[in-house]
């Protein structure tokens, strides 16, 4: 079959590479089916460039998937719109974080044909199957459809216990030049990057995040380094951007990763994301040695009761004791702390804007963002059951207008006051960025100068 998939334009100068499309680009070659990805994420085409196309060539199947969230959520209706008025529509097929816990309100809101559930390599060839009439769409795992205006949702599908079977995404349909340009913590201006997937999934149940599959399932070291050598080999990539939810899923794990990634010889940059009750400086240091320069770590709150309420399986002990071994060993640690969760207030805020200001080293800006409960987590659940959010309508049609925004106040504190705190916790983290900034460009200026640094490149930056 003749298959168009959407990379949808995020708004990116350069795009993150979109991994799930591409493994479902390489299964369905593999399966004997003709696939062309429509890169908007590259070339910022407007949507009626996709009706255009829609309405000169004739697809089969046109797939979209999306994560939860108003940009997204948007980008996917005015797409859908787009998609709906060719007069060549094809078989229209949607998934991804955003619509998968709510199907049957993403299905009446974009009028697609079919709503994967889940991963989606397995999903996606026996869908096509079905669509050949080589067996019937009811008993497709994963999927939720309409029929004749009613819902139906078809059993669960199991996950796909050995993910090294998975093939490597399929680069060779995507402008991989682009893509590795995406520039990352301490990486060279000649360094090309690419996201590598080690494993899927999250032993943690934060009451803030939606799961698509549960537990944990890593990759074999020898997989996850054939994939580095042959992005090396074809595309040049020197820095990998690990892009699973938790490469430090345990410290068992992380050491058999990074004493295989110094066994093979391979030399490349790496980051990842991190736990920082696993952070101890013997693990720290063997990454660091690995080639290892950026952990981004899930903080989320500095006040004890708001850790606990979110089931975050971590204390302000061990989040101080995890970022003070990261930077002792020369690593540098990413901060994410959100606010308004259940039971936090303006000290919540204040205790990690003095913990963020304490401990930054200058690698990235970082903002505080209100907690947001999107569909399908425990908070959004939260949220319907004391009556703060109606359904998933109430949530992308009047809640959720932007992520730097509040969607739902589980606060005491107004919605008025709350930004107000917010603007003034950001402001001085936003300063103390760029009076950094400003500093670090200054002492540059005085070694040129003064010292007549000869390896200076020019003060011009975009």
């Known amino acids: 079959m003749k298959m168009l998939l959407v990379a949808y334009d995020n708004d990116s100068y350069i795009s993150w590479f979109p991994q799930g499309l591409a493994y479902v680009a390489s299964v369905c070659n593999n399966a004997g089916h003709d696939v062309e990805i429509y890169n908007q994420d590259v070339y910022h085409w407007p949507e009626s460039h996709l009706l255009e196309k829609l309405n000169k060539e004739k ?15 948007k980008k996917l209706m005015k797409i859908s719109q787009a998609i709906n008025q060719a007069k060549n529509r094809p078989f229209y097929i949607i998934g991804g974080h955003g619509p998968a816990p709510e199907p049957e309100y993403f299905l009446r809101k974009t009028q ?3 709503v994967i559930i889940g991963e989606g390599e397995v999903t996606i060839i026996e869908l096509l199957d079905a669509m050949q009439g080589k067996k019937e769409m009811s008993t497709v795992k994963g999927i939720a459809y309409m029929e004749k205006d009613m819902f139906c949702k078809t059993a669960e599908r199991p996950l796909i216990s050995d993910i090294d079977h998975i093939p490597l995404p399929a680069w060779d349909l995507f402008p991989m030049d682009h893509y590795a ?9 000649s360094e090309r990057c690419m996201p590598v997937l080690s494993g899927r999934g999250c032993p943690f149940t934060c009451n803030f995040c939606y799961r698509m599959d549960k537990g944990f399932r890593g990759r074999s070291a020898e997989s996850i380094l ?12 020197s820095y990998i951007a690990f892009s699973d939810e938790l490469l430090m899923s345990s410290v068992q794990r992380t050491v058999e990763l990074c004493e295989a990634f110094i066994k093979s010889g391979l030399k490349f940059k790496w980051d990842c994301n991190g736990r920082l009750n696993y952070a101890k400086l013997d693990v720290l240091r063997l990454m660091k040695k690995a080639g290892c320069v950026f952990i981004n770590y899930g903080i989320e709150s ?3 009761m ?11 002990k061990q989040i101080i004791s995890g970022i003070e071994n990261t930077l002792a060993v020369g690593i540098s640690p990413g901060y994410n702390i959100i606010f308004g969760n259940i039971g936090e207030n303006a000290e919540s805020l204040r205790l990690g804007v003095d913990f963020l200001l304490n401990y930054d080293d200058h690698a990235q800006l970082r903002t505080i963002r209100p907690v947001t409960p999107y ?10 059951e004391k009556g703060l959010l109606k359904d998933c309508e109430d949530f992308y049609e009047n809640k959720h207008s932007n992520s730097d925004l509040l969607t739902v106040n589980f606060t005491a504190l107004t919605d008025e006051e709350f930004h107000h705190l917010l603007y003034e916790a950001n402001e001085s983290l936003i300063n103390n960025y ?22 200076f490149r020019g003060f011009r930056r975009i």
């Open 112 to 114: 697609a044909d079919v």
């Open 226 to 237: 054939e994939e580095i050598q042959r992005l090396q080999v074809n595309y040049g990539i």
């Open 302 to 304: 500095m006040d004890e």
């Open 306 to 316: 708001a850790l606990k309420a979110m089931n975050k399986s971590l204390t302000v």
């Open 434 to 455: 760029y009076q950094h900034q400003l500093k670090t460009v200054l002492n540059t200026a005085h070694t040129l100068y003064f010292e007549k640094d000869a390896s």
């Open 375 to 384: 569909p399908g987590s425990p908070l959004y659940y939260y949220a319907m």
């Open 59 to 73: 697809f089969d199947v046109i797939g979209v998937s999306v994560i939860g969230g108003y940009y997204q959520y």
């Open 181 to 189: 340009l995406l520039r990352m913590p301490h990486i060279d201006n």
